[in-house]
């Protein structure tokens, strides 16, 4: 199963983030995963939240540039080689993953990684048939 | 000391009656070889016998940058093309270059300015001249370079960048006379601090200092830093390059060869001539041109004039250091840049829209440092920094080649780009000069 991922423009300047935070934190979403890239000169924030649609109005309402995205949110043992055995099976089945980042954890057994991949169709196939455990919402 | 002494120091009815005579040739030539400006003159209704005095040039039409792009590349050729000796072409433009064509006797008036330009400075045959600007279609290289060829000094050829070079050649040559814009001085100034050259203890003693605005306070660093005497150069492409004024050693104005070029100063709104001490538009006409002599150019370069004798000696008109401009053009390390061509790429660079701003900035190195923010518009941002790293040189590589000069790119939330009824703010120069 896919997960919406909002992305966001951030030029480096002092207080978008906190800009950004505020106006999710106004239209009631929780934020579950983030993380940043950052180049020198720009950032683009990504961010998986309870509810996609009301935050990425509430950022575009607020002046914000953003894209909302496919990836894939992976369920897996809070344990040694849990990661290890995900990219193992990415990597025998060639899927190529642009970036990822960890999400907060969802319960004190399990974590939650979030993959950003080329081909989010086959990569949800491999995903399926190699029976993972993905999650569609927080 | 002083190159040319016949016509440096003229008395002021001999030169008004070698300019009128001079003027009235021109007329002569632009009327009978250069369609443009015969149609331009009939237009006007004036001719070759409208010229009864120097006062009378009012009368006549003005030449504009647009005149020359309109006619590029031969349209206003006064000579045959086989008589053409060499090319220049004006940095940066709005796409189409402005040329301006040599013949023989054109170089050596160019030769004859640039020797002044260069004696004022102090310059001999006994000096050893480095010469930091750009060889190739800008004029200022080859303009330098002939003039200390005329002079008789010995040249160094070194064009423009690799400082850590310059520095040694400097040192182990033993220039004497340093040409480079005013920044680029201040730039080598630094880098021989850090590389531990200590010019002052070198045999450099005088610079002539143009191409770019710069200021008073600039010249006392350049000649603390540097120990050296500078001096400020003036010239553009359209005219004949460097060599049309420059200052003695009395530091105050710059010297214009009156025999070569005539000045005027106007009113740029009216376009009427002002009297000597009122700030206004300079005008230029080239008094002795064969390849693309000019009628009243409007330089767009605001300055006062004043006539009479200077201490030094020279009878000719001294131009104030230049206060602006009159357009909205940047001159950016050199380059001659407008608002409008950065508009005209970036409309061509397939997704960005064209609101931008242009941030100028005299860095810590002395060098104009200039930042081109663009806005990211939503259909460009695709949550990877890869395409907007690629976005990014996109636009610094058209920019270099449409503008020549180097921008520092800096994408920008959309929106956020001040919006203004009427004419947008498109420049902030923070340029302490």
Known sequence: MKIQQISVFLENKTGRLADVTRLIASAGVNIRAISIADTADFGILRLIVDKPAEAAEALTKGGFTTRMTDVLAIEIPDQPGSLAKVMEIFKETGVNIEYLYASLEKDCSTAVVIFKVEDIEHSTKIVEEHGLATIDCF | ?433
């Not at chain 2, 290289?141 to 050649?169: C, D, E, W």
């Not at chain 2, 700030?279 to 002599?293: A, I, M, R």
């Open chain 2, 1 to 433: 000391m002083i190159w040319n002494p016949q016509f440096e120091c003229q008395n002021a009815v001999d030169r008004q009656l070698l300019q009128l005579a001079r003027l009235k040739n021109l007329v002569e030539t632009l009327y009978s070889r250069v369609d443009f400006y015969r149609r331009k003159l009939d237009a006007a209704g004036v001719g070759p016998r409208d010229l009864g005095s120097l006062a009378d040039i009012a009368k006549f039409p003005f030449t504009v940058k647009d005149d020359l792009r309109d006619t590029y590349p031969y349209g206003l050729l006064a000579c045959t093309q086989s008589e053409i000796e060499e090319v220049h072409m004006s940095s940066g433009t709005t796409g189409v270059p402005v040329v301006d064509a040599y013949t023989r006797y054109d170089v050596e008036c160019w030769e004859e300015g640039m020797a002044r330009t260069l004696s004022g400075a102090g310059a001999t045959r006994h000096d050893t001249v480095q010469n930091c600007y750009g060889y190739g279609l800008f004029t200022g290289g080859l303009g330098v370079h002939y003039g200390a060829k005329r002079i008789g000094a010995n040249i160094i050829p070194m064009s423009s960048g690799n400082t850590a070079k310059q520095l040694m050649v400097m040192r182990d040559f033993g220039s004497t006379i340093l040409c480079s814009t005013p920044s680029y001085a201040l730039f080598m100034a630094e880098e021989a601090r850090e590389a531990g050259f200590d010019v002052r203890s070198m045999r450099l003693r005088s610079g002539c200092f143009g191409a770019e605005p710069w200021s008073e306070n600039m010249r006392k660093q350049i000649e603390a830093e540097l120990g050296i005497d500078a001096f400020d150069i003036y010239g553009l492409t359209e005219i004949t390059g460097p060599g049309v004024a420059f200052e003695c050693e009395c530091k105050d104005g710059m010297h214009v060869n009156e025999d070569l070029f005539y000045p005027e100063i106007i009113d740029p709104e009216s376009g009427r001539p002002l009297p000597d001490g009122e700030k206004g538009e300079l005008v230029f006409t080239t008094l002795v041109k064969e390849g693309t002599p000019l009628l009243r150019y409007r330089t767009r370069d605001v300055t006062i004039i004043s006539h009479g004798a200077c201490a030094c000696g020279r009878t000719t008109a001294k131009i104030h250091r230049l206060f602006g401009r009159t357009d909205d053009m940047l001159i950016i390390r050199g380059v001659n840049v407008f608002p409008s061509q950065i508009e005209h790429a970036l409309i061509e660079i397939e997704g960005t829209d064209p609101n931008y701003l242009i941030v100028l900035d005299r860095g810590p190195a002395h060098l104009d440092e200039v930042e081109l923010q663009v806005e990211v518009k939503k259909e460009l941002f695709t949550d990877e920094t890869r395409s907007l790293e690629t976005l990014r040189d996109k636009i610094e590589s058209v920019m270099k080649s449409k503008l020549g000069i180097q921008l520092k790119i800096k994408l920008v939330e959309p929106k956020t780009i001040e919006r203004s009824v009427g004419k947008a703010k498109r420049v902030v120069d923070r340029r302490k000069i």
